[in-house]
């Protein structure tokens, strides 16, 4: 198959609470997996990716951890602000070549004041 | 530097049309890659083109269609529209032939009636 599975579906968290948000893929040949931050009415906005020879990466609040032997990456925002509020994408590509890429369904992430 | 640019921004189309949507990437940018946005979906890939090559092509039917030009400029068209293609049309680009690093343009809202 080629799913791309992301949980939770919707996300709400305290403003300055942590938040994680959950990826699975099926192609064992996939070997980078981003993720985009879309707001209302904008475009889908590259936050961080991950390529598959490294298990973990920051980028000041932001972190993606890798597992290959259990297929699933995961996002980490820590210290949530207001502006952290929207719908967040994971994505896999389709074999090693990665001319294809598959999305996740998204997660609604809700900072709460 | 310019982004990805797309035109036209919104467009209104009724079933059986066809539309021809346009997109620029970035500067030295060779990858161009289409997909679809549903409301409330992940975006679905479509296609992608290298050097004016397909080198990846979505689960969409033989109504979509799409090229790349010597500037690296991208069409995609779509034929016999129906109502159910009614989306947002994303285009991204990335500078080599896999689908790393792509960034995103703001899209043609097309509405079919």
């Known amino acids: 198959g080629e799913n791309v599975e992301q949980h939770p579906s919707t996300l709400s968290v305290q403003e300055g609470d942590s938040a994680v948000i959950k990826c699975t893929y099926s192609d064992s040949a996939s070997n980078y997996f981003p993720w985009y931050k879309q707001e209302l009415g904008k475009r889908p906005q590259l936050i961080i990716d991950i390529r598959s020879n490294v298990g973990e990466k920051k980028d000041q609040r932001i972190a993606v951890t890798l597992n290959k032997t259990a297929k699933h990456f995961s996002l980490h925002i820590t210290e949530t602000q207001p502006e952290d509020s929207a719908v967040y994408f994971c994505?896999?590509?389709?074999?090693?070549?990665?001319?294809?890429?598959?999305f996740g369904s998204g997660t609604r992430l809700s900072i709460r004041p | 530097d310019a982004g990805v640019t797309q035109s036209p921004t919104h467009l209104i189309k009724t079933r059986g049309q066809h539309v021809t949507l346009r997109c620029s990437p970035i500067s030295g940018h060779k990858s161009v890659s289409w997909y679809q946005q549903v409301l409330g979906q992940g975006p679905q890939f479509i296609f992608q083109y290298y050097e004016k090559e397909e080198r990846g092509r979505g689960n969409f039917p033989d109504r979509f269609s799409a090229r790349q030009f010597p500037n690296y400029s991208s069409e995609l068209n779509v034929n016999a529209l129906l109502l159910g293609d009614s989306a947002l049309y994303l285009c991204a680009s990335s500078s080599g032939t896999a689908i790393y690093e792509q960034y995103f343009g703001p899209g043609t809202r097309l509405t079919v009636t």
């Open positions: 994505a896999a590509p389709r074999g090693s070549s990665a001319s294809k890429i598959i």
